[in-house]
């Protein structure tokens, strides 16, 4: 896998396409899984998120941390950015519901939704062996908005608040509880993470990113510590690490190279950065991933 690396899709598959800030698709599992052999290769999708809903049949999710076995019904939640491949049974059914990160972030679903942290990190599985009305539920608004969706519906208040519904269904199933309530300074961290997402690369310093959102550092940093429990500079550098990590375990790529890619003029300068803020060196983490 390593030597293989991994992809950056908008849809798997699909480069190149520019991802509209309202995007939402619905597909069935089939109807991609079955063009690629029913096995789908490490990959990413930097500004969307996933949900999947398998209903019938099993399969194997392959994670950033670990490999999980799929047994229906499952909910599959994938965050944007993250590593993830699937390898499905043969004739497994079920829903693929993909919206862009921007959509999920919109402040009209603030209250439907209240926290998005559930949708961070790595793929996670959720069994509804034990949850059949949460599984009926999700079934029947997936299959609704799919027709919806083949009539040619737009994404207008109506169906805004559908999608909504099943993000927030997913989440309370995610994380066991029902949603916190809406913190009146989740708007400014979350449109701070979307900036991060698209300039950690450059190292920006935090009175950079306070000024582009028209905040200061102190506003800014307490915010963050309030809602996240780490400042600004260090979500910047986790984000770093996070990619440094995705690329030693998924790509054939040196740490040379990687740390290039990464925005370090000096590469050995990028092996201490990694080594003080895991505790491994590059060489060790890729060995102890393969």
């Not at 949900?51 to 994938?78: D, F, K, Q, S, Y």
């Not at 499905?88 to 942290?117: H, I, Q, T, Y």
């Not at 959720?126 to 027709?147: E, F, H, I």
């Not at 925005?263 to 491994?280: E, L, S, V």
């Amino acid at each position: 896998m390593r030597g293989q690396g991994f992809s950056r899709y908008t849809l798997y598959g699909e480069e190149g396409i520019s991802l509209p800030p309202e995007f939402v698709h619905l597909e069935r599992i089939r109807d991609r899984a079955t063009l690629h052999d029913w096995t789908i290769d490490p990959h990413a999708h930097p500004h969307m998120l996933q949900l999947l809903l398998v209903e019938h049949g099993n399969g194997e999710l392959r994670g950033e941390r670990l490999v999980e076995r799929l047994a229906a019904p499952v909910l599959v939640i994938v965050p944007p950015a993250c590593v993830h491949a699937f390898r499905f049974d043969a004739g497994a059914e079920g829903w693929v519901l993909s919206v862009a990160a921007d959509l999920a972030n919109d402040p009209r679903l603030k209250g439907l939704l209240g926290s998005l942290e559930a949708l961070r990190g790595s793929a996670t599985a959720v069994s509804l062996k034990a949850s059949s009305l949460t599984l009926q539920r999700l079934a029947w608004l997936l299959k609704d908005l799919a027709q919806r969706l083949g009539q040619g519906t737009q994404v207008g208040p109506a169906l805004l608040a559908q999608v909504a519904l099943v993000l927030a269904t997913s989440i309370e199933a995610g994380s066991g509880s029902h949603a916190t309530p809406a913190d009146g300074r989740e708007p400014l961290v979350a449109r701070f993470r979307a900036l991060v997402e698209k300039h950690y690369r450059e190292h920006l310093p935090v009175a950079d990113y306070a000024a582009r959102l028209g905040t200061t550092t102190s506003t800014l940093t307490r915010a963050t510590r309030a809602l996240v429990g780490k400042p600004p500079a260090q979500i910047a550098q986790d984000r770093l690490i996070l990619e440094a990590r995705r690329n030693l375990a998924f790509s054939g790529a040196s740490a040379a190279q990687i740390a290039y890619a990464l925005g370090f003029a000096d590469p050995a300068y990028f092996a201490r950065f990694f080594k003080a803020r895991t505790g491994q060196t590059t060489t060790e983490f890729r060995r102890e991933r393969v």
